[in-house]
Structures are given as C-alpha cells and as structure tokens.
C-alpha cells in the first residue's frame, strides 16, 4: 500500500473511518481516490461533485450577479448556480438554478469552461467541478432573488471587479471570460 496520508485531515478520505456498506472499522487507504473495506471488498471512490454557473449579460454589456445570503462566503458576489441533483444533466441544473436563485427563464445555453473548486460546507472541503456556461434569460424575464441570493446586480463589464468574487473556480471563470471577450466590449 501506498502511503498517501489519507488518513490525516488534508486529505478528504481521512474524514470517512467506516465502511458505509458494512460499517467495518477495517476501512483502510486503497489508492490516493479510494478507500476499501477489509471486512466485505466494498471500495468506496471519492469523486468530484458537480456544480454548475451561469455568465449572463445583458445588452447594456452588464454580467449579472448575485450576492450570497449565507455562508460560505456569505456577502461576497457569485455567478446564480449550484450544485447537479441526482439524474439532472448539467444543462437542466443550470436552468434550474438560474429560475431558483432569479426567478428568470433561460432562453439560451452555451457550455464555456469547467473549473475545479473547494467548496468549505460544514466544516467539510467539498471538491467540485464546477461546469461554467454562458446564458441568456428570456426576455421581459422579471428578476427576484430567491433561494440562496440576497441581492441580484448587473454591473458594467467594464466596473467588474474579480476579486469581489470569493468562490475561486467562479473568479476564474469570469477573469478567463473578461480576458476572451474584453475586445468585444
């Protein structure tokens, strides 16, 4: 066996100590993505969950975005997405999210980059994918935060500020957005 100090807190399969199949304590380190029980062969894989986001402008070269109401980050901007349901293609979860945190309808989507990410969650490091797409609401869509926004804001392309942006994999999108599309604005 390797050692890859899954055991220690930096790694996050050093969080799970029991088989989740059997319950055996005899859950030990089986490569740097997996852990195996020793007792009934379950092998248990820590992937990446799935999150997505939305980079909307409007034609007034504004990008919406919306202000967190809890934490992490709570106060910070973000783009309006979230993470993938069970059985949901990431297309459906990012409409969905839009039309959760804004109540608007998506009228068009456009897949533009995925980005890794840590997301903090109750005391726990969430590694994410977070998949970025460029989108367009439908038009006379009437704008209401909802859900986890507290604030929804279209600023200038020009005035965005990426830092103001907390969640690493949505500041990289959006600086990765502006540097591509700072020519067309």
């Known amino acids: 066996m390797i050692n890859l ?6 790694h996050p399969l050093g969080l799970f100590g029991f ?4 319950g055996s304590s ?23 969950a799935t999150a997505v986001a939305a980079i909307i ?20 901007l973000a783009l309006p997405g979230g993470f993938v349901d069970l059985n949901e293609s990431a ?3 990012v409409r969905r999210e839009i039309h959760e945190e804004t109540g608007a309808e998506t009228e068009t989507i456009q897949y533009f980059d995925s980005f890794p990410n840590i997301y903090p969650y109750s005391g726990f490091e969430v590694r994410t994918l977070d998949m970025i797409f460029i989108c367009s609401l439908k038009k006379n869509s009437v704008l209401v935060p909802n859900d986890d926004v507290s604030e929804i804001i279209f600023i200038p392309i020009e ?13 990289k999108a959006v600086k990765k957005w502006l540097m591509i599309n700072s020519d067309k604005y």
Request: aromatic content about 8%; proline content about 4%; glycine content about 2%.
């Open 5 to 10: 100090k899954i055991e220690e807190m930096e």
């Open 19 to 22: 088989c989740p199949r059997c």
């Open 26 to 48: 005899r859950f030990v380190e089986n490569d740097t993505k997996s852990k195996k029980c020793m007792d009934c062969e379950f092998v248990f894989y820590l992937n990446a």
């Open 57 to 76: 402008v409007n034609d007034r070269r504004e990008m919406l975005l919306c202000r967190r109401r809890y934490n992490p980050y709570k106060g910070s």
């Open 91 to 93: 297309e459906n979860a």
């Open 159 to 171: 005035e965005i500020k990426p830092e103001d942006i907390k969640l690493s994999s949505i500041q």
